[in-house]
Nanobody
Framework: QVQLVESGGGLVQAGGSLRLSCSAS????????MGWYRQAPGKQRERVAT???????NYADSVKGRFTISRDNAKNTVYLRMNSLKPEDTAVYYC???????????????WGQGTQVTVSS
């Protein structure tokens, strides 16, 4: 099992910055992909950014150039630095991790509880 705890959300004015953090704990063999998703009211959850254990990153077009995902594999922690925030970035941001519990075992997806990010205009 993997527990994900997020922090760093809040209220910020448009153009401002926030940094989200997500730490994984529990009993697992390895974590491959860690990432961030978001869900705005009335909309489906969407991928924001992901990072593999090999530091390959991927971003949604809407955040490219503004958001940066990074990982500290030793701490099983992923970060999301968000710059030049826009009101349309307002959403609940969820951390996720794709992890194996045993060597050569199947991969499971885990989710954090979410952290609210609100960008005022």
């Amino acid at each position: 099992q993997v527990q994900l705890v997020e922090s760093g959300g809040g209220l910020v004015q448009a153009g401002g910055s926030l940094r989200l953090s997500c730490s994984a704990s529990g009993s697992f063999f390895s974590i491959n992909v860690m990432g961030w998703y978001r869900q705005a009211p009335g909309k489906q959850r969407e991928r924001v950014a992901t990072s593999t254990s090999g530091d390959t990153t991927n971003y949604a077009d809407s955040v490219k150039g503004r958001f940066t995902i990074s990982r500290d594999n030793a701490k099983n922690t992923v970060y999301l630095r968000m710059n030049s925030l826009k009101p349309e970035d307002t959403a609940v941001y969820y951390c996720n991790a794709d992890a194996t519990i045993t060597d050569r075992g199947p991969t499971y997806r885990y989710w954090g509880q979410g952290t609210q990010v609100t960008v005022s205009s």
